[in-house]
């Protein structure tokens, strides 16, 4: 069994990333889905906490910064991997990545978004049995908003229904932070900043 710490949304947030490295003693591997700044800015303040894990660690981007801003401020942590479009194997399990928010969010330009069919390719090479993790949720599984909406991704969903991931790990939606679905057999947990442990088999 693999125990992995999931967590999402931190939000330049110093003391919910003090937490997550608390918490990393006690598991394997550790998954981020994406939001450690805000607007594009101070992306730094939560992965500068987040380096001392020298756990394993797989990220992706949010919206909240793009992915070559990510793999800019990880560049002195030596235990992450930043995936986007891509996979890695660690203790014998595939991770499959896709940051930025999708489809393209109301926030305007300064958004990291993909819309649809951008996601729909890059999601192509995500193998079965994989750990799928995605900033934005599948559509209509831990995607509802505050005010009711489900604003999760339809190329999210479809690679999960023809992937089958071991389990998706996304965030984006802060409503929804925290919560868990199991949609035909498929777990998906909208991880949110405080982070939820998860044991593989």
Known sequence: MTKLLLF????????????IVQRAVDVDILVGAGDFGNGRRHV???????QSITKPVVLVAGNNESTE???????KWPSVVVLHGSMVVIHGITFYGLGGGIPVT?????????????ARA??????????LISHSPPKGVVDRSSSGQRLGSVAVREAMDRARPRLVVCGHIHASGGKSEVVDGV????AGPSGMIWTLD
């Open 8 to 19: 999402s949304d931190l939000h330049a947030d110093v003391d919910a990333a003090v937490d």
């Open 44 to 50: 730094e303040r939560c992965i500068d906490v987040l």
């Open 69 to 75: 801003e990510l793999r800019a401020a990880c560049a």
């Open 106 to 118: 109301p926030f305007g330009a300064w958004s990291y978004d993909f819309d649809e069919e951008q």
């Open 122 to 131: 890059l999601l192509t090479r995500c193998p079965p049995n994989a750990v």
């Open 187 to 190: 777990a998906v947990v909208n």
